[in-house]
């Protein structure tokens, strides 16, 4: 029957391969159509967002360890729901995500998290709720207190985001892994707090200086690719599947060896091994936020020199060595807004355009739903002309999270990070209960 077809219309193999693609072109056209449908709409969607920047005044004695901030991001900050296709796709409706913010502004250190309005009662009662002295205040938003980045203006600006540097199912080091120092009962000057180091560095940038850190996250819906099921499955088959791969040359199958004649595995995993596994089982039994991290370095070039500038931006690199196992995982820069040689950008417009676009996504909090010609990456060809920035993201628990983001205690005695009296902040009697 082809073969009619062919002698009848005398086709030769160029034709039918042009034939061919012009029958099968509506497929990849639909999906780019939806697509662009479906960022329009969610576009759409979160233009009507509104959102309020809460500032958290901690309180002088803060006793808790931050055992009590995962509270606050299990009952706040977890938002999982099920979007079905109306609501996702027609909609545009996308799963609500709030930035966890420490910022050294002169040298005074604030706590803040931004969050959708409609939520703004529920994050405050959770912080109540662990922190009853604390203060809850609302504030203008500080980034917008910072013009636009221009090549001559006032301002110098350095920025970069941060990832793990290995796979998500890895935690890097979390306040835990400081055994009983931590604790809650143990005495504050026995406590060695990991977020000590960024408290005491931020409260020392000397005036005209500014520091900017953000964590942005939403309950996890990242999807890994299963070698073994052939399919996207979640965190916790991944982890499993991940923990496997890792065992199997440590593994002996038996088949049909065991009582009533079952097959058996026996794991004779090495010593070194066994701290990556405990902490990617343990790992596995906890909640798990998308997250991706920004810090900005700004330095008024009427107080600051490009020397200032430049040991400023050089330190706040650092700022994440703590959390480091480096047999196991740590955070790792990336995105930065410099180039390594100097003939990679010679006029200096490429290097303009990345850190203003570095401090929009800052100020707008993208991360999850960037615009759309920083939504792909490109191919390597097109990516040395045009680098898409697209933002990174990677998985944390709610241990890693409340590890990069608590309240010091009294171990911190930073002179410039505020804190307030707690017999006058006492939680609003208008609050839902």
Request: aromatic share 14%; net charge positive.
């Amino acid at each position: 029957m082809i073969q009619d077809f062919l002698n009848t219309h005398n086709l030769n193999l160029l034709q039918i391969f042009i034939v061919g693609i012009g029958y099968l072109m509506p497929i990849p056209l639909t999906y780019i159509a939806l697509n662009l449908w479906h960022h329009y709409r969610q576009e759409r969607f979160i233009m009507g967002i509104k959102w309020v920047l809460l500032e958290i005044q901690v309180p002088r004695d803060v006793i808790k360890s931050p055992a009590a901030m995962e509270l606050i991001f299990a009952n706040a900050l977890y938002q999982k729901s099920i979007k079905g296709f109306w609501e996702q796709y027609i909609q545009g409706a996308p799963w609500f995500w709030f930035s966890l913010e420490i910022v050294s502004i002169d040298g005074r250190v604030h706590f803040f998290i931004r969050t959708p309005t409609r939520l703004r009662n529920l994050v405050e009662t959770q912080i109540y709720g662990q922190y009853p002295q604390a203060k809850v205040v609302e504030v203008d938003d500080y980034a917008f207190h910072i013009p636009q980045y221009k090549k001559d203006g006032d301002w110098n600006l350095w920025g970069c985001e941060f990832n793990k540097m290995k796979e998500d199912f890895l935690p890097f080091k979390t306040y835990r892994n400081m055994g009983d120092d931590m604790k809650t009962g143990v005495k504050e000057e026995f406590k060695i707090d990991p977020i000590t180091p960024v408290i005491e560095y931020m409260g020392s940038i000397p005036h005209g200086q500014q520091v900017w850190m953000q964590i942005v996250v939403r309950w996890s819906t990242k999807m890994y690719h299963s070698h073994e099921q052939k399919k996207h499955v979640d965190f916790y088959e991944a982890a499993e599947e991940f923990l496997h791969k890792i065992l199997e040359p440590y593994t002996k199958y038996s088949p049909k060896m065991g009582l009533g004649g079952i097959d058996t595995f026996e794991v004779r995993a090495p010593a070194f091994l066994d701290p990556m596994i405990k902490q990617v089982s343990a790992n596995m039994q906890q909640l798990h936020f998308d997250c991706g991290i920004r810090l900005i370095a700004l330095a008024n070039k009427k107080y600051c020199n490009d020397e200032q500038f430049n040991n400023l931006r050089r330190e706040v690199r650092l700022l994440f060595r703590q959390y480091a196992q480096p047999n196991i995982n740590e955070l790792n820069r990336i995105n930065s807004t410099q180039f390594d040689a100097p003939w990679s950008d010679p006029t200096g417009l490429a290097l303009t355009k990345i850190k203003k676009r570095m401090l929009d996504f800052y100020r707008m909090r993208t991360f999850f739903h960037p615009p759309l010609q920083y939504a792909y990456d490109y191919p390597k060809v097109l990516a040395a002309f045009f680098p898409s920035g697209k933002p990174k993201l990677f998985v944390v628990s709610a241990e890693e999270l409340a590890t990069l983001y608590h309240f010091p205690g009294m171990v911190s005695e930073t002179p410039s990070f505020k804190r307030i009296e707690s017999k006058i902040a006492k939680p609003p009697s208008n609050l839902p209960i």
